[in-house]
């Protein structure tokens, strides 16, 4: 484990009696609720500076949806455990200017919101939502309020953030590697990928839940380390943010386990502790705009 603190990027926290989650019904693993207590027994020995809380799919409909909700949700969860320094919620930006009311509230009543993600992995269409016109310009709206934008999709989908991040000015952050197809042994379109979207020096690149894309049971470090090393060839220690995903990575790994295999492979990859600091703690507090 690293003798520093880290700052852990990608927290859920959720409540299924303070807010509707359709996604999660009946899930053995996830439909029930999750607390930063939870997190907190969960994280055994690491010593966790900060958390960055990640929207958690709330449902919403078309004109709406629980963006304010969600943020007052995880402002108490913040008051029983302040290490919960950032928030990043979900908004329609698909609205484009007219999301403006939701982001300007966001960031006069609630000052820990650090960006956005709004998830197009599981929409209908995609494509069509990521590269439409309104969509481009709700995230280059973000601009405005100084935040960034969480980029959430499949490895199947990756071609569609390919076109989608020259088009975009603020600052972004492609979660948990793009979801790479390990199970498919997907090693070669990854360094591909990699190797396309890391010129664009806006986007960074956030090092969690390759355990959940690989065989979820029976996956090994060796079955990992090739997509750890290609996302440090692209990237490099500069743009590559640790997290750890609670709690998806539950159905793969826990997060003592995950670090210990991030440990092992920096060291194999033969990182210096000031770079294997900036991975674990340095980035996120940059590019989060933590103030720690």
Known sequence: MPNFPIIDTHLHVWDQTR???SAFDGHPLYGHPYHVEDYQRDCGALDIEAM???????DFWEGGGQYIDE?????????RDPRIKGIVPMAPLEWGEKVRPIL??????HPTVKGIRRIVEFDANPRALTLSDDFVAGCNLLNDFGYSFDINVHYTQMDIVREFVPRVS???ILDHCGKPGIRQGAIDQYRDDMKVLSKHKNLWIKLSDLPVTADLENWTEDDLFPYIEATLDAFGP?????A????ICLAATTLTRWVDVLDRAFAKLGLSHGDTRKIYRDNANAFYRLGL
């Open 71 to 79: 943020i007052l949700f995880v402002e108490d969860e913040a008051k």
């Open 238 to 242: 500069d743009r590559t943010i640790y």
């Open 244 to 247: 750890g995903d609670y709690p």
């Open 170 to 172: 603020c600052p972004l």
């Open 52 to 58: 960055v809380f990640l929207e958690c799919y709330c």
């Open 19 to 21: 807010l509707k989650y």
């Open 104 to 109: 300007t509230q966001m960031r006069d009543n």
